[in-house]
């Protein structure tokens, strides 16, 4: 089954600096990829998304995040974060032959330190 | 800028109790899929929809749990008797056909059952 793990459950950064979270996906074949931000009591928000093409993908919010079919990762990152990127990210994906639905993997929080 | 709606943002209910959750998806969208998230965990699928007809369901999706389009615009899910384990953030999203896999998300519904 395909699976999605987010190793860090939380990462403090300081205000100003950059920004790495990790993804990787467990299955066959390259899936579409996504990662969502959520601020706390919200609904997920899409920061960018990676279907195929270029593996560096540019988002919203001055967020990017790189493919690596090698390494079965899709990592996010930002080169100077805002306090007001503190929320929690969750790695996607979905497969067309697996109807579709997306399986998240258990999220990063991201505290930013002033 | 489109939007999905999800009504009510929070219900508190009685275990026991049927629940029934809306969504209205966006106008030209025709694929919906209904995810949810027990508070601390990661975002769950429950269930996708089209073409007025279950496409697939997770094993969370049991026999009390349903969903319908029942007037051609809004999307609900009922839980026909509800358990304390229930209690969890409910997402509906929705897709159309063409920027296939990019699920948009409604804002979700706070569900508590006491």
């Known amino acids: 089954a395909q699976s999605v793990t987010q190793p860090d459950i939380h990462i403090t950064v300081s205000e100003g600096a950059s920004l790495e979270l990790r993804c990787n996906y467990s299955y066959g074949a390259t899936p579409y990829l996504f990662w969502y931000v959520q601020s706390p009591g919200q609904g997920l928000q899409l920061l960018l998304k990676y279907f195929s093409g270029d593996t560096l993908v540019q988002g919203i919010k001055g967020f990017e995040a790189e493919f690596k079919r090698s390494q079965s990762s899709f990592n996010l990152r930002k080169p100077s974060v805002h306090w007001s990127d503190a929320a929690e990210y969750f790695c996607a994906v979905c497969f067309k032959a697996a109807g579709n639905k997306l399986t998240f993997g258990g999220g990063t929080r991201v505290l930013v330190k002033p | 800028e489109p939007e999905v709606t999800q009504t009510p943002s929070h219900q508190v209910t009685q275990m026991g109790q049927e629940v029934i959750l809306r969504c209205v998806p966006i106008?030209?969208?025709?694929?919906f899929y209904w995810y949810r998230q027990i508070l601390g965990q990661k975002v769950e699928f429950l269930v996708s929809f089209y073409n007025n007809e279950i496409s697939e369901k997770s094993e969370i999706f049991d026999d009390q749990f349903s969903v319908e389009r029942p007037d051609g615009s809004n999307f609900t899910l009922k839980i026909r008797s509800t358990k304390l384990e229930d209690s969890a953030m409910y997402f509906c999203?929705?897709?159309?056909?063409?920027?296939?896999?990019?699920?948009?998300f409604g804002p979700g519904t706070r569900l508590t059952v006491l």
């Open positions: 106008s030209n969208h025709l694929y």
């Open positions: 999203a929705t897709r159309d056909s063409i920027t296939y896999n990019e699920q948009f």
